[in-house]
C-alpha cells in the first residue's frame, strides 16, 4: 500500500469556520484531526490569525505522524478566483471583498494553498470519494437556507468564465414569482430554501390546514422545524406530505432544466433539506421524468451525499492534497 497522503481541508461558512486534517491512502479517507471556531467571533483579520494558528497545529498532528501535509485547501461559501486564490465577494460574511487569501496564508503557513468556492467542493468530494464516485459528469446540490450547485464535467470541476457558476438556487421558477434576495423574482430558493419552506407551512397552518403539526406545536408556530415536518409526513400526515410532495417538484422542475442542459450521469443531493430522504427524492425523480427528455435521463441517477456536512472539507482536503493541476 502506498504512503498516505495528509491535507488540511478548511469549511468556511457563516457560522462556523471547520477544519480538518484528512488522510488519504488506497483504501479511502480518514479524518484524523478537528478543530472548529464560530466566524462571528473574530473580524476578518482575526479570523486568518485564527486559521494560521490551527493549520499549523494541525500540520504539526501529521509531522507527528511521520508524514508532511501535502496542501490546505479552503471552501468558501461565495465567490472565488480560483487561479488567483482571491477571495471574490461572501454572500453572508461581512468584510470579504477581493481578499488574496491564498497569499496571505501560503508566506504564513509555508504550505500550497488552495481556493474554491464551498459546493464546487463538495462535489469535487462526492465525484472523487462519495456517491458520484466513477461517473464522469455529476451535479451536486445542496438544499438547506439557500440551494448551491457544483458541477463536475468530464471528471472536472466546471467554475463558469468568471467563478460563478452553478448557481441552480436562482434558476427561475416562475418569472413573475416573489422577490429573491438576489434581485430576481421567482428563484427556485425562494420556493424551496429551508426559509421559505417553513413560512409556506406556517402559512397555511394559520390559514386553518389540518395537520398533526399543530399538535406538536401549541400554538408556537417559531417553533416549528423541517424535521417535525418530515417526521410528520413519515407518519401520514397529510398536509406534510402534499408539502414535501410540493417542494420536491419544485426542485425537481430546476433539476429537469439541468438534465436537459447538462446530460449529468448523476445529481448528489445535500443539506438540511435533503435530509428528509426519500420525501424529496420520490418528487424529484417523478418531475424530472415527466419533465426532461427522455434521452437525457434514461440513465440518470439521482441519490443522497455519502458524506452530508462533511463533503466540504473532504473535498477541500482533497484539492489540498492533489494541487491546483488536478482540478
Ligand atoms: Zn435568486
Not at 135 to 159: D, F, M, P
Not at 220 to 225: A, D, E
Amino acid at each position: 500500500m502506498a504512503k498516505p497522503k495528509y491535507g488540511i481541508g478548511v469549511d468556511f461558512g457563516g457560522t462556523y469556520v471547520k477544519l480538518a486534517l484528512v488522510r488519504f491512502t488506497d483504501r479511502g479517507l480518514k479524518i484524523d484531526g478537528y478543530s472548529k471556531f464560530q466566524t462571528c467571533d473574530y473580524n476578518r483579520d482575526e479570523v486568518i490569525e485564527q486559521l494560521v494558528i490551527r493549520i499549523i497545529k494541525l500540520k504539526a498532528e501529521s509531522t507527528y505522524k511521520g508524514n508532511e501535509v501535502k496542501g490546505v485547501g479552503i471552501g468558501m461559501p461565495g465567490r472565488v478566483d480560483f487561479n488567483k486564490g482571491v477571495v471574490c465577494d461572501l454572500t453572508n460574511v461581512p468584510g470579504w471583498k477581493n481578499v488574496p487569501l491564498k497569499d496571505i496564508l501560503e508566506k504564513k503557513i509555508k504550505i500550497p494553498v488552495l481556493i474554491d468556492n464551498d459546493a464546487n467542493l463538495m462535489a469535487l468530494a462526492e465525484s472523487k470519494y462519495g456517491a458520484a464516485k466513477g461517473y464522469q459528469n455529476c451535479v451536486c446540490v445542496t438544499l438547506g437556507t439557500g440551494i448551491g450547485g457544483g458541477i463536475i464535467l468530464g471528471g472536472k470541476v466546471y467554475r463558469g468564465g468568471s467563478f460563478a457558476a452553478g448557481e441552480i438556487g436562482h434558476m427561475t421558477i416562475n418569472e413573475n414569482g416573489p422577490l429573491c434576495a438576489c434581485g430576481n423574482r421567482g428563484c427556485a430558493e425562494r420556493y424551496a430554501g429551508n426559509r421559505y419552506i417553513l413560512e409556506e407551512a406556517i402559512k397555511r397552518l394559520r390559514g386553518g390546514a389540518r395537520s398533526s403539526l399543530k399538535d406538536k406545536i401549541q400554538g408556537k408556530y417559531s417553533n416549528l422545524t423541517l424535521e417535525m415536518v418530515a417526521a410528520a409526513a413519515r407518519k401520514k400526515d397529510a398536509f406534510s406530505m402534499i408539502l414535501w410532495q410540493e417542494i420536491g417538484a419544485h426542485v425537481g422542475v430546476v433539476l429537469a432544466d439541468v438534465v436537459n442542459l447538462l446530460n449529468p450521469d448523476i445529481i448528489v443531493l445535500g443539506g438540511g433539506v435533503a435530509n428528509a430522504g426519500t420525501l424529496i427524492l420520490d418528487p424529484i425523480r417523478k418531475t424530472i421524468k415527466e419533465r426532461a427528455f427522455k434521452v437525457s435521463r434514461q440513465n440518470l441517477r439521482v441519490g443522497l451525499s455519502k458524506f452530508k456536512h462533511k463533503a466540504g472539507i473532504i473535498g477541500a482536503a482533497a484539492i489540498g492534497v492533489t494541487g491546483k493541476e488536478n482540478q
